[in-house]
DNA sequence: AAGATTGTTAACGAAATGTTAAAGTCTTTA
DNA sequence: TAAAGACTTTAACATTTCGTTAACAATCTT
């Protein structure tokens, strides 16, 4: 999965030129980055070799319309927000229709601010979600519900027992996490063997950590362990 | 929020008839058709006999619970979402469990317009789906309605499970889906042979993808899969 | 220094999965 | 209504994966 992204990256595509760079330039003030397009082809060659967060298509477009592209943008990616800008003109039930394959959509013309505001929603939304049990580890990158732990495109996959371990050590990073706590949450019991089991898979975690020496995991010794990052 | 195109058809399930009917009653003010069955068995002969597009269960129910109804209207149709009304008293963890079965739940006493809210969602929501039912996977294009695998004008035609199953991780690509979700959905029950039976579809669905080596379907040990295109 | 705790590696065995084929089930067709 | 065909499930066997345990080394505590 990728990095968490500075800026946000919106692919506007509008065919008049002039009104497509206001909305450029309101929105690159607002720290969003903006890739403009004038057609509807030009567009979906742009969303095939580009990653996006949030597709602005109007509806009326050379070569082709807003409405088809959004059906071949959805084909490559089904999360993804597309708000739609429709002329006034558009009759309701049209409009209607397009409300099914779209997440917003405004009516020209329409109040730039508005339109950020709307957007702002669903990135936060969209950050929010993708957010979710996902830890940053130094140079490495855990996702905890997809099992991944990754370091520069090198994907290692953790099994469940590794992965809620790591889980439990991130969510309390710099705190000592106790050998019981751990044992009773992950391993269900607290034995002698359970406890040997546990160090055999911290010694796994360092083994998959090590790239970056700045992350440690440090014993203490009849307590627990803790994770740091210098 | 405007109203779906034709009338949306509910099974309310239900056994308190005053709290029935005024569900039904601000249903159907809202244009939706409404079936009230006011216990388990008749709800049950009612779904074999007519259409729904959505469930709207009480797990107490008279003759046959809430979840063991899910199940067996799941046995008819793996799709069709349902909503659970529980009762506050209900412990936190016998929820999770019906978590598994339900797409949403609701707990009594509710506010009817919240239900209302929700359940749109779920209309509009498998309305746009099968608007956006086709998938771009690497080099093939996968159309579920039609049930066809397309692959440089080649067509393998898929059974409904297969297409099923190559739905359910398309819609998911890069995650990792529980072997347990899709057992469930599409199966309809979770147990040991049902599970060898998916292990067979998914050793077929991988035949079938293996014309473009980009593509992997990928096994989560005692987890799941995930496809991934490289 | 002695005993307890932890680090690390390897081996074992149970369980999960991959794959192919045979056996069942259901529907279509003649 | 029987045979054929399409599809799913079950069986069988090969392969892989993973957690535990054992074994021994290293480290800590007192």
């Given at each position: 999965m990728k990095p968490i992204p500075t800026k946000a990256r919106i692919l506007l595509v509008e065919d008049d030129t002039s009104l497509g760079y206001v909305i450029k330039d309101n929105f690159e003030q607002d720290q969003l980055d903006v890739c403009l397009c004038e057609d509807g082809e030009l567009a979906f060659q742009a969303f095939e070799t580009n990653p996006f967060d949030l597709c602005v298509l109007d509806i009326?477009?050379?070569?082709?319309?807003g409405f088809t592209l959004a059906q071949k943008i959805r084909s490559i990616n089904k999360d993804i927000p597309i708000i739609f800008l429709t002329a006034k003109s558009m009759k309701e039930d049209k409009i209607n229709g397009f409300q099914i394959g779209a997440d917003d959509y405004m009516v020209k013309p329409f109040n730039i601010e508005e339109l950020l505001l709307r957007i702002k929603v669903f990135l936060k939304r969209s950050v929010k979600e993708s957010m979710t049990d996902f830890y940053k580890l130094g140079a490495y990158n855990f996702n905890h519900p997809n099992l991944e732990l990754l370091h520069a495109d090198q994907i290692k996959h953790l099994t469940q027992k590794e992965a809620d371990l790591l889980k439990l050590l991130c969510e309390q990073q710099d705190k000592v996490v106790k050998r019981e706590e751990i044992l009773t949450k992950i391993w269900g019991n607290d034995d002698y063997f359970a406890g040997r089991s546990m160090d055999v898979f911290i010694s796994k975690l360092r083994k998959y950590l090590s790239?970056?020496?700045?992350i440690e995991i440090i014993n203490y010794h009849g307590i627990g362990f803790k994770i740091k990052v210098n």
């Open positions: 009326m477009l050379p070569k082709l319309d790239h970056d020496l700045q």
